[in-house]
Structures are given as structure tokens and as C-alpha cells.
């Protein structure tokens, strides 16, 4: 929003909060789902993807569930383009890529306002770096013994 007022984040909370969902999504792939988790859809196949906003020179990366319009909202008006996406079997582990882009790309972070009214202002980095790819991050973290339920997709309870 243009003109909007932001509170400064700090890189070191937002990525204490990273290891904090890093953890989190690690310990759901170990112990398997949730009713809550499949109640909201967690299980059901994630799409990661990789922006890049014009107008601001920034890369953006994000997740959304398999049938969300949230892509397609983000790219509206030809404001950004999807670079890079990769559909992943659950929330978690569509979670863990995108966390291993964030740390990767954390030298060059930047603090961005809501693209098209949507969140994630702390998922963006200068378009000087460019994104890793998406599908060697998901192989390298599938052979992760410890991520036993990594390939794991389960509808929702009322799907």
C-alpha cells in the first residue's frame, strides 16, 4: 500500500520466527498430520513460487494451496511475474523450500510493502541476487530420512 506506515522489522526477529516455522514444519513431517493441520487444508498439495515485481526490482517467494488464486492475484496488471514454482505435496513441505530460498537469500533482503493487498513483505530480496531454483531445494530436503511424511498429501476432512 502506497504510503502505508510500517513498523521496521528486523531481519534478526524475522528469521528467529523462520527457524520457529522451520521447526515446526520439520516436527509435522517427523509426526504426521494433525486434525487441525487437515482441517485447514495443510495436507492437501502447496504451490512454492518465485516473483519478480517490476516496478519495485525485487524477487518475492511464496506458498499457496494448490487452488488458491493467490498467484494469479499477485500477477494482476502484469505487476510481477512468476519466475519459478513447483508444486509440493503439503503446506510443510512447500514451508521448508521456501524457507531454505529466504535463508539463501537473506543478504540481500528487502522490506516491501503489500503486493496487490496480499502479505509477505518480508519475503522479498533485490532483484540483484538471483532466485535459487526450486526443484534441487526439494530433492536435496526429500532425502531427509527425518521427513518421513514429506511426500505425504491427505484431503481435509470434509474433502
Not at 531454505?100 to 530480496?125: I, M, P, Y
Not at 535459487?132 to 530420512?145: F, K, N, Q
Amino acid at each position: 500500500m502506497s504510503g502505508a506506515h510500517h513498523p521496521p522489522v528486523e531481519l534478526e526477529w524475522v528469521v528467529a520466527q523462520r527457524r520457529r516455522d522451520q521447526n515446526h514444519a520439520r516436527d509435522c513431517l517427523r509426526y504426521g498430520a494433525s486434525d487441525y493441520e487437515l482441517a485447514q487444508r495443510w495436507w492437501e498439495p502447496h504451490l512454492v513460487y518465485v516473483l519478480h515485481v517490476h516496478a519495485e526490482g525485487l524477487y518475492k517467494v511464496g506458498l499457496t494451496r494448490h487452488d488458491s488464486r493467490r498467484i494469479r492475484d499477485l500477477t494482476a496488471r502484469g505487476r510481477a511475474d512468476v519466475v519459478d514454482s513447483l508444486l509440493m505435496a503439503n503446506r510443510h513441505a512447500a514451508r521448508l523450500v521456501e524457507i531454505a530460498v529466504l535463508d539463501a537469500t537473506d543478504s540481500a533482503r528487502r522490506f516491501a510493502d503489500k503486493l496487490n493487498g496480499h502479505h509477505g513483505q518480508t519475503e522479498h530480496w533485490d532483484d540483484s541476487l538471483t532466485p535459487p531454483a526450486l526443484g534441487p531445494i526439494a530433492a536435496t530436503l526429500a532425502l531427509d530420512d527425518q521427513l518421513k511424511y514429506w511426500s505425504d498429501t491427505l484431503p481435509s476432512e470434509d474433502g
